[in-house]
């Protein structure tokens, strides 16, 4: 049995087949969904979906990167009352994407910051995106671990040195679609990794694995994420499975 970390099948593009996806995902072999928000608008999206089924389901509340404007601290407050009230698995998606836009580059360093507090306040992991901003985010991360952060650095394609310094924080690193990617690069750095840091994500709708690139992304695709891993690592995909949803269980677990 697999688990999917990240994928946001609370989004739009599933509004005519969510049903079909899920059923697809339970017949991969997928056990567990971990659903990241994104903004104030997806947080009621978001609980629909899990309403559906609240063991399948497991919601993570925080304000991305991309929605971070001039208005972040009272999305912030939003997000804060989610977090004490709400049963919530995690605390992301979270970080710094200064792929896109540097403009709001203080305000994103800002709430990632508080929203990293606010995890170790409630014993609760952080999932990170770190889109050109790697570097960055292990920084902030290493400022604020004292022994009790743990988390994901998501969707993660950095280098080799980055992979070391992410394990040496005791955090983990989310694979997905982009490791089946033939010229990604990928594959060599994680061929380094040991399958005690890596997790395995899809990031649904977006980053799909080959066969299905260009096409939109579900989480029963994570079977070609494991296949990939299972014969870069040279271990049996029923290892791959183990290994990661115990990982997953080590982030999670509270």
Request: hydrophobic fraction near 40%; include cysteine.
């Amino acid at each position: 049995m697999f688990i999917d970390t990240h994928s946001h099948l609370y989004s739009h593009q599933f509004d005519k087949d969510i049903d079909k996806v899920i059923a697809s995902a339970k017949s991969n072999n997928i056990s567990k969904i971990y659903l990241p928000n994104i903004d104030l608008d997806s947080i009621e999206r978001m609980k629909v979906l899990e309403e559906k089924d609240s063991e399948y389901f497991k919601m993570m509340m925080g304000l991305h990167p991309g929605s971070v404007d001039e208005n972040y601290k009272k999305s912030l407050l939003v997000i804060e009352k989610e977090l004490s009230e709400g049963d919530y698995a995690g605390v992301g998606e979270v970080g710094i994407d200064l792929y896109w836009d540097k403009t709001y580059k203080k305000e994103q360093t800002d709430a990632f910051s508080k929203q990293i507090q606010w995890a170790k306040e409630l014993n609760l992991p952080v999932i990170i995106h770190a889109r050109d901003a790697i570097d960055l985010t292990i920084d902030i991360i290493d400022k604020y671990q004292d022994g009790s952060l743990k988390g994901i650095f998501h969707c993660f394609t950095g280098n080799i040195n980055q992979a070391f310094k992410i394990m040496k924080l005791g955090f983990h690193m989310g694979i997905g679609g982009i490791l089946t990617y033939k010229n990604s690069g990928l594959k060599e750095i994680v061929s380094q990794i040991p399958m005690e840091f890596l997790l395995l994500e899809t990031d649904a709708p977006y980053l799909p694995p080959v066969p299905f690139r260009g096409k939109r992304n579900e989480s029963s695709y994570l079977i070609h994420i494991a296949a990939e891993l299972a014969d870069l690592k040279n271990i049996s995909i029923k290892d791959v499975a183990d290994i990661t949803t115990k990982n997953a269980s080590k982030v999670f677990d509270k």
